[in-house]
T-cell receptor, first 113, second 115 residues
Framework: EDQVTQSPEALRLQEGESSSLNCSYT??????LFWYRQDPGKGPEFLFT???AGEEKEKERLKATLTKKESFLHITAPKPEDSATYLC??????????????FGKGTKLSVIP | EAQVTQNPRYLITVTGKKLTVTCSQN?????MSWYRQDPGLGLRQIYY???????DKGDVPEGYKVSRKEKRNFPLILESPSPNQTSLYFC??????????????FGSGTRLTVV
């Protein structure tokens, strides 16, 4: 069974205080690891897809990295508008041309001015 | 604007009264799926569809039905809703085909309450 564990569950940072969120996973046949941002009451917003160990992607203050067992979302000099829940999901091949997506429970980030 | 549209946004219903939540996408995506989100449990996949007339169960399919008669639409049907189906529901779509789905686009959600 595919498993995705995100840590910490919640994180409070001062504005400008850089940190990292962790996503550890066990999956058979990884076909992509996704990071999403979710604001309260809204649908998840796509951030990144990573496919292989060593891959990195950046967008503004966010940088995602991937190893064979985990992914990190690094947040550099965060601003209050970065406050949200960050979700990690793994996509696995389930046979017959089908793919399944399994989400972690998320890390709720609060950035204090 | 490229988007996934769910309706309704909010719904309160009574136990046993059949309901349908609609989902439509305008991006010509092959892949569509439904999720429910509950506090402490995160997002869990209900059903997914790789293309027209192809659907498969996710992690929590009990009590739900889906159909994919057209590429753009993927309705979620609750034939006899129960209070434990009270949740926030999301539809999502992605390019697929011969490659794995990438960069899922989510709808704005449907908050369902079953009393």
């Amino acid at each position: 069974e595919d498993q995705v564990t995100q840590s910490p569950e919640a994180l409070r940072l001062q504005e400008g205080e850089s940190s990292s969120l962790n996503c550890s996973y066990t999956v058979s046949g990884l076909r992509g690891l996704f990071w999403y941002r979710q604001d309260p009451g809204k649908g998840p917003e796509f951030l990144f897809t990573l496919y292989s160990a060593g891959e990195e992607k950046e967008k503004e203050r966010l940088k995602a990295t991937l190893t064979k067992k985990e992914s990190f979302l690094h947040i550099t000099a965060p601003k209050p508008e970065d406050s949200a829940t960050y979700l990690c999901a793994v996509q696995a091949y389930s046979g017959a041309g089908s793919y399944q997506l399994t989400f972690g429970k998320g890390t709720k980030l609060s950035v204090i001015p | 604007e490229a988007q996934v549209t769910q309706n309704p946004r909010y719904l309160i219903t009574v136990t046993g009264k059949k309901l349908t939540v609609t989902c439509s996408q305008n991006m010509n995506h092959e892949y569509m799926s439904w999720y429910r989100q509950d506090p402490g449990l995160g997002l869990r996949q209900i059903y997914y569809s790789m293309n027209v007339e192809v659907t498969d169960k996710g992690d929590v399919p009990e009590g739900y039905k889906v159909s994919r008669k057209e590429k753009r639409n993927f309705p979620l049907i609750l034939e006899s809703p129960s209070p434990n189906q009270t949740s926030l529901y999301f539809c999502a779509s992605s390019l697929g085909g011969v490659r794995p789905p990438t960069g899922y686009t989510f709808g704005s959600g449907t908050r369902l309450t079953v009393v």
